[in-house]
C-alpha cells in the first residue's frame, strides 16, 4: 500500500509489459507477463486497475504451491543436499508421494517382507513394473519433508494383487479391476505406523491414482470406506494429544478431470468424510504449442473444471443423508497433480521453457479466485516435461522453479477482488489481472498476464488501491535468460541476472542468515540506478539482504533504517569453474552493544 505518487512511479516501470517479463514490487508487488513485441505496429492502451484490498473472495492454503514424487527405487533423490535445498524454498508444502507409481508399489512388510519386483509390463499394462517400498524408502522420504517443511501425502496402493491397471490417458477405456480391494498390504503397512513405527505415519492418505477408468464410483467409495474404518481401528482416538501419533487424514479421490458424472455417482455411494476433494488437471493434454499456452479460452477451462465440481459438491451437500451416519466431503477442492500437459513431443521442449510461465502463473492465479485451495505440480524433480527441477545430480532448477519461489516469498493466502477498464473498446480481453494480500502485513500483490501478441498496456492503478504513505517498494524483472531463445528459453533471467541454476553463494548466504531476514534480489543495472557503494564492481549475482533494525550508533541514539548490505560473490578460475564464495559487506548498521539480529550468524 504505497501513495499515488510512489504508485505512479512504480507503473512507469511497467508501461509497456513485455513477454516473457514478471515484474515482482512490494509492498505493492506486480507480477507481469508479456510477449516480447517489437516493430512499429504495437499498439499502446492505458488500463486502470482497482483492488478492493477489503474484501476477501477466496482463501488458499499457506501449501498452495506443492509438489509430488514418483517412487523409483532405482532413483532416490531424497539424500540429494542440492534438492534438499531447493525443496526446502518452495515450502511450506505438500508432497504427495504418489502418480503412476503408486498402483504397482508393494510395502515390504508382513507376508511381503522379503518381495521382490515383479515385471507385469505388456499389451494395455502400466508402463512402470511392479516395485517394492521398504521401511526405509518410507523413513528417507519422511525425513526428507522434515528437512524441506513439507507434509507428506501417501498414495496407497488400490491395485494390489491384481498387478497394474494399466494406464489413464484422459478416462479409458481401460479394463475393470478384476475384484475387490486387497488391502491386506496396506492394512500391514498402516499397522505397522500405528504400532511400532508411529514415527512412519504421514499426515495425510490418499487411495489409488486416476482409477476411475478401472472402477465404478460405487466400487471406489466402498474401497474408501474400508479404508476410513481400517484408519478408524488402529487410530481410535484420533485427536488425543497424549497419542503419540494422530490418525493421518484422509483425502480423495485423485480423479482425472472432465468427470463430473463420476464425481457424482461418487459422492452418492456414501464415501466417508474427505477432508479435500483431490483431482487431476494437464489442461493442454498432449497437444502443448506456444500458441496453446497463450490461448485465453484455453487457460480459462481450468476455472470452468473447478466450478462444475463445486457445483457437483454444493448438489450433493444439498441432497438428505441416505443412512444414519452422513458423509461429508470438504467443498475444499485441491488439485494434487498438474502440468501443462501430460505427453506429445513438444511437452519435453516447451514445459521446462520460459513459455510454460504463462500457463503456470495464470493458473495459479486463477484458480485461486475458484476455490482451489492447493496445487501439486508434478513432479519435483524428473527428466521429463512438467517437473520444477531436472533430473539429478544436477537437479538444474527450470524456469517454473523460480516463479514459485517469488510465489512463496511474495503472495499471502487472501484472495481479493481486482477490475480493468479501458477508455474505449475492445477491453483489453487478453489482459489477465489478478490480486492478492501479499504476506507483508498490509500490501497487496497484483499478477498480470498480457497474453496479446500486437499490444502492450500502461498500467493505471487506482489511488484507493493504494492508499497509505510511508511503504517502500521492491522490484523484480524476469526476463529470458537467452533473449535470442525467447519464449523457448530454458533458463530465467532475474533483473538481468540468468538463474539457470543454484549458484554457490546462495547457500552461503541462506544458511548464514536466520529466517527474520529477508532475501532480495537486484541487478547490477538497479544498483548502479541506486549508486550502493562498492556493488557495482562485483563481477557475479549481486544479492542484497535488506532489513529494517533499530541501530545504535556511538552517541547512544537509535534510528530505524535500512540496515544491512550484503552481496555475494564468486571468484571463478580460466575454466569458470567457482574456487572461492564470499560475502561483501558493503554497508553494516550495527555496533557491539546492539547488534543487528541478522549479525548472529556471521562469522
Known amino acids: 500500500s504505497v501513495d499515488e505518487g510512489v504508485a505512479k512511479s512504480i507503473m512507469s516501470l511497467v508501461t509497456k509489459l513485455r513477454s516473457v517479463e514478471f515484474l515482482l514490487c512490494a509492498t505493492v508487488a506486480i507480477i507481469c507477463l508479456a510477449e516480447v513485441v517489437a516493430g512499429e505496429n504495437v499498439l499502446h492502451q492505458e488500463v486502470r486497475i482497482e483492488i478492493n484490498a477489503s474484501q476477501t473472495i477466496g482463501l488458499i492454503s499457506p501449501a498452495y504451491v506443492s509438489f509430488n514424487f514418483e517412487f523409483t527405487p532405482s532413483e532416490d533423490y531424497t539424500a540429494s543436499d542440492k534438492l534438499r535445498f531447493l525443496a526446502g524454498h518452495l515450502g511450506p508444502s505438500y508432497l504427495r508421494l504418489g502418480g503412476n507409481s503408486a498402483d504397482v508399489t508393494v510395502y515390504a512388510v508382513g507376508k511381503e ?94 487411495l489409488g491414482n486416476e482409477l476411475a477408468s478401472n472402477l465404478s464410483p460405487e466400487v471406489s467409495a466402498r474401497d474408501f470406506r474400508m479404508l476410513a474404518d481400517v484408519l478408524t481401528q488402529l487410530w481410535p482416538q484420533h485427536g488425543n494429544s497424549t497419542q503419540q501419533s494422530t490418525r493421518p487424514g484422509l483425502l480423495g479421490v485423485d480423479f482425472w478431470w472432465q ?38 479460452a484455453i487457460l ?26 452422513c458423509a461429508t466431503v470438504s467443498p475444499r477442492l485441491w488439485i494434487t497433480e498438474t502440468g501443462v500437459g501430460w505427453g506429445g513431443r513438444a511437452l519435453d521442449q516447451l514445459a521446462p521453457s520460459y513459455a510454460d510461465g504463462f500457463w503456470f502463473l495464470d493458473q495459479l492465479s486463477l484458480l485461486a479466485h475458484h476455490d482451489v485451495v492447493v496445487q501439486h505440480r508434478h513432479a519435483l524433480a524428473c527428466s521429463w516435461g512438467p517437473c520444477f527441477i531436472g533430473p539429478g545430480p544436477s537437479f538444474r532448477p527450470r524456469p517454473d522453479y523460480w516463479t514459485a519461489v517469488l510465489w512463496k516469498q511474495l503472495v499471502g493466502q ?15 480481453p487478453l489482459l489477465r489481472v489478478y490480486a492478492f494480500c501479499g504476506k507483508a502485513p498490509g500490501s497487496i500483490v497484483m499478477v498480470v498476464v498480457n497474453l496479446d501478441r500486437t499490444v502492450s498496456y500502461a498500467l493505471d492503478v487506482a489511488p484507493t488501491t493504494l492508499n497509505r504513505t510511508g511503504n517502500t517498494h521492491e522490484v523484480f524483472w524476469l526476463t529470458p535468460g537467452n533473449v535470442t531463445e525467447g519464449l523457448a528459453s530454458s533458463s530465467i533471467a532475474l533483473n538481468g541476472t540468468m538463474h539457470r541454476s543454484v549458484h554457490p553463494c546462495m547457500h552461503a548466504l541462506l544458511s548464514m542468515f536466520n529466517a527474520a531476514c529477508q532475501l ?68 553494516l548498521c550495527s555496533t557491539v552493544a546492539h547488534p543487528h539480529p541478522c549479525m548472529r550468524c556471521v562469522g
Open 300 to 325: 480459462d477451462t481450468a476455472a470452468q473444471y473447478a466450478a462444475a465440481y463445486q457445483q457437483v459438491l454444493r448438489g450433493a451437500a444439498s441432497q438428505p443423508c441416505a443412512t444414519d451416519a
Open 414 to 428: 487472501h484472495v481479493v477482488p481486482v477490475a480493468k477498464t479501458t477508455p474505449g473498446p475492445p477491453g483489453a
Open 259 to 296: 468427470n463430473t458424472s463420476w464425481l457424482q455417482g461418487f459422492l452418492k455411494a456414501n464415501p466417508p468424510p474427505l477432508e479435500a476433494l483431490t483431482w487431476h488437471l494437464y489442461l493442454l493434454n498432449e497437444s502443448v504449442t506456444i500458441e496453446r499456452i497463450l490461448d485465453p
Open 520 to 587: 532480495r534480489f537486484y541487478s547490477r543495472s538497479y544498483c548502479r540506478r541506486k549508486s550502493y557503494a562498492g556493488i557495482t564492481r562485483l563481477p557475479m549475482i549481486v544479492c542484497i539482504l535488506r532489513s529494517r533494525s533499530r541501530c545504535g550508533g556511538d552517541g547512544g541514539s537509535e534510528d530505524t533504517q535500512d540496515c544491512v548490505f550484503l552481496s555475494a560473490i564468486a571468484r571463478r578460475d580460466e575454466n569458470n569453474v567457482a574456487r572461492r564464495c564470499a560475502v561483501d559487506v558493503i554497508r
Open 113 to 206: 517382507t522379503h518381495c521382490k519386483p515383479h515385471n507385469n509390463s505388456g499389451p494395455g499394462t502400466h508402463p512402470l513394473p511392479e516395485q517394492c517400498m521398504s521401511v526405509e524408502d518410507l523413513r528417507r522420504m519422511l525425513d526428507f519433508t522434515h528437512a524441506t517443511n513439507s507434509q507428506l501425502i501417501f498414495d496407497l496402493n488400490e491395485y494390489y494383487g491384481y498387478g497394474s491397471p494399466g494406464e489413464d490417458l484422459g478416462g479409458g477405456p481401460r479394463p475393470p479391476r478384476p475384484g475387490p480391494l486387497n488391502a491386506s498390504n496396506m492394512v500391514d503397512l498402516l499397522t505397522l505406523m500405528a504400532t511400532t513405527h508411529p514415527d512412519l505415519t504421514p499426515p495425510y492418505l490418499t
